[in-house]
C-alpha cells in the first residue's frame, strides 16, 4: 500500500521560515511525482498553492515556494504570516493514481 | 471566470446511495480532468478518483473500486460521482476540483457535505 508521509504539526514564529517535507514509501520523490501542494483552513475549500515540484499558481503568495530536497517534495514558507495557520496537503502521482499525504498543521505562534 | 460549483448537502441512511454534481463553468470542458476529494470529520484529504471528460473515461482509487462511478454531461459541463452502500464512515465533505493535463490542479468546488446517519 502506497504512504506518503508528512510532518504531523509544526510551529513557527510569524515573519520566520519553515520546511515541510512530503515522502513517499515506495522511494525518494522526484518530479515524476508531480507534487502538488494544497492549503487548507477551516470551513473552506482546500487551495491549491504549487504544482509540478515547484510552480506557483497566479495566486501563490510570493513567500511560498517547493521544491525536491533530500528524496522528498518540499514546501518552503519564508516570512511567515499569521495568516499562514493551517493544514498543509501534499498530493502525489502515482501512474493512474494520487495519493494525498496525511498533512501538516502549521502553528504559527 | 473559472467556476465548480457543487450540489447542497445530502443526507442519506446507510446502504443508501448519494449522487453529488460539480457543475463546472468558465474554461472548454474537455480540456481539464475533474477529480473527486473527500475530507471525513477529523480526518486528512482523500483522492478517490477523477473523470476525463474528453475521452469520458474514469480512473477510481483502490478503496471505492466497485462502490464509486463517476459521469460527465457534456451538454451541461458537469461532473457527477455517485457512491453506493454508504455507511456512517463515508460521512465527510466532499470536493470536486480540476486538473489540466500533465498534474496541475488548480480550481476547487465549494464542498458537498454528506451526512450518513440512520
Known amino acids: 500500500q502506497t504512504v506518503v508521509t508528512q510532518e504531523p504539526s509544526l510551529t513557527v514564529s510569524p515573519g520566520g521560515t519553515v520546511t515541510l517535507t512530503c515522502a513517499s514509501n515506495t522511494g525518494a520523490v522526484t518530479s515524476g511525482y508531480s507534487p502538488n501542494w494544497f492549503q487548507l483552513k477551516p470551513g473552506q475549500a482546500p487551495r491549491a498553492l504549487i504544482y509540478s515540484t515547484s510552480n506557483k499558481h497566479s495566486w501563490t503568495p510570493a513567500r511560498f515556494s517547493g521544491s525536491l530536497l533530500g528524496g522528498k517534495a518540499a514546501l518552503t514558507l519564508s516570512g511567515v504570516q499569521p495568516e499562514d495557520e493551517a493544514e498543509y496537503y501534499c498530493l502525489l502521482y502515482y501512474g493512474g493514481a494520487w495519493v494525498f499525504g496525511g498533512g501538516t498543521k502549521l502553528t504559527v505562534l | 471566470q473559472v467556476q465548480l460549483v457543487q450540489s447542497g448537502a445530502e443526507v442519506e441512511k446507510p446502504g443508501a446511495s448519494v449522487k453529488v454534481s460539480c457543475k463546472t463553468s468558465?474554461?472548454?470542458?474537455?480540456?481539464?480532468?475533474i477529480h473527486w476529494v473527500r475530507q471525513a470529520p477529523g480526518q486528512g484529504l482523500e483522492w478517490m478518483g477523477l473523470?476525463?471528460?474528453?475521452?469520458?473515461?474514469?480512473g477510481y482509487a483502490q478503496n471505492f473500486r466497485g462502490r464509486v462511478t463517476m459521469t460527465r454531461d457534456t451538454s451541461t459541463t458537469t461532473v457527477y460521482m455517485e457512491l453506493r452502500s454508504l455507511r456512517s464512515e463515508d460521512t465527510a465533505v466532499y470536493y470536486c476540483?480540476?486538473?489540466?493535463?500533465?498534474?496541475?490542479?488548480?480550481?476547487w468546488g465549494q464542498g458537498t457535505l454528506v451526512t450518513v446517519s440512520s
Open positions: 476540483v480540476r486538473e489540466k493535463r500533465g498534474g496541475t490542479f488548480d480550481y
Open positions: 468558465g474554461y472548454t470542458f474537455t480540456d481539464f480532468y
Open positions: 473523470s476525463r471528460p474528453d475521452t469520458d473515461s474514469t
